[in-house]
Structure formats: C-alpha cells, structure tokens
T-cell receptor
Framework: AQTVTQSQPEMSVQEAETVTLSCTYD???????LFWYKQPPSRQMILVIR??????QNATENRFSVNFQKAAKSFSLKISDSQLGDAAMYFC?????????FGTGTRLTIIP | GAVVSQHPSWVICKSGTSVKIECRSL??????MFWYRQFPKQSLMLMAT?????????EQGVEKDKFLINHASLTLSTLTVTSAHPEDSSFYIC?????????????FGPGTRLTVL
C-alpha cells in the first residue's frame, strides 16, 4: 500500500522568489518512482519532475528541483524564480505496484 | 511529446442514462491506461487499470458493473458510466503509459467533466 501526504493545502510566493512544497510518503515497495505533477486551472495534469527511488542524486528540471530524502520518505519540490505561470495545484505522487498514488495537493499562488 | 485525448470534454446527462467517455493515445501505443476520478478541490483517485485485450482491474470500492471499461486497442480505452446518478457527477481523467517508454511515466488526458441532472 502507498500513501502520500501533502501537509500544505495552500502556499503563496512572491514572483521571482523561491518556494518549497512538502511531501512525505509511505510505501511497501522496494522499487518505486516519485513524481510532482502540476494541475493548472485547465485541469490538464502536467509532469513537473520525476525521481527514481534508487537514485541518490536529486532530480532537477530547469527551475524545479527536488530534495529526496529516502530514509525520511520525504520528497519536497523547490521552485526557483517563481513565475506567474507556476500558479496551479501541485500534486506529489508515488508509483509502485503499477499504480500512481496522489497526495491531496498544494495550491500555489504567485503574488505579482 | 506524447498526447492523450479525451472525448467528450464535458457532458450533461439525465439521471438513469449511460455515458461513454473515450481516451485515446494519439502518437504512441498504450498497453495500459488508467481511469481516475477527481471531485472538486480533491485529489485524483484511481478507479481502474485497463490493459489492452484483458479485463480491467478495479480499485476497492469501485463498482465494475457501473463503470464499464473497455480497452480494445493499443490506442483506445473507453469508460461507460451506466445508469448515471447525480453522485456520479465528477471530473474523469484518463492516463496512458507509453508501451515503449521508460520511467513509468503516465501521460494524462485533459479530462471529462460529467454532470448528471
């Protein structure tokens, strides 16, 4: 079984600043993947970044990076130089046993 | 990149009728497709996993006779909500896994908003 917890229902950040979204998870799988997805008002799910659990190196994608702490089962997302287009719901997810399990999401607001 | 479409994007129907939602992978073959339901201001909940040519696997609590899933080809899966009722009103999202892809990435459709009157 897998569970994903996002303890921040809402976050806000000033444009151009940095924000970190928290995520903790639990899984019985030894081989799993972790994802952050973005869901803008259009409701289209967009992959932001992925991390293979067997890799120790934290994934980065341009302004997006993760802090993966496997022992602590923590997978936070850092957004640098926040832009207005980053405003959306952000979902943390684990993939294991052929299933994606999502957290409850964090609504990110960008303050101009 | 990989594109998944859904049709229709929104549908309104009367209580008791059946509604079919299509999910297509446009530029890749998908051996596995997934159906999710998302209620307002909530997360995505997996309803079922659909494998091409075989029966779908439903999550606990999802009625397989109510939510009929067919995955007859590598590019098409359908979800039929039978005898829909107002409580079935929700946002339904499909995703597809690229048969030739890596990292277990799923590509999501744009979703279908179902309103049952």
């Amino acid at each position: 079984a897998q569970t994903v917890t996002q303890s921040q229902p809402e976050m806000s950040v000033q444009e151009a600043e940095t924000v970190t979204l928290s995520c903790t998870y639990d899984t019985s799988e030894s081989d799993y993947y972790l994802f952050w997805y973005k869901q803008p008002p259009s409701r289209q799910m967009i992959l932001v970044i992925r991390q293979e659990a067997y890799k120790q190196q934290n994934a980065t994608e341009n302004r997006f990076s993760v802090n993966f702490q496997k022992a602590a089962k923590s997978f936070s997302l850092k957004i640098s130089d926040s832009q207005l287009g980053d405003a959306a719901m952000y979902f943390c997810a684990t993939f294991g046993n052929e299933k994606l399990t999502f957290g409850t999401g964090t609504r990110l607001t960008i303050i101009p | 990149g990989a594109v998944v479409s859904q049709h229709p994007s929104w549908v309104i129907c009367k209580s008791g009728t059946s509604v079919k939602i299509e999910c297509r992978s446009l530029d890749f073959q998908a051996t596995t497709m997934f159906w999710y339901r998302q209620f307002p201001k909530q997360s995505l909940m997996l309803m079922a996993t659909s494998n091409e040519g075989s029966k779908a696997t439903y999550e606990q609590g999802v009625e397989k006779d109510k939510f009929l899933i067919n995955h007859a080809s590598l590019t098409l899966s359908t979800l039929t909500v039978t005898s829909a009722h107002p409580e079935d009103s929700s946002f339904y999202i499909c995703s597809a896994r690229d048969r030739g892809g890596a990292n277990n990435e799923q590509f999501f459709g744009p979703g279908t908003r179902l309103t049952v009157l």
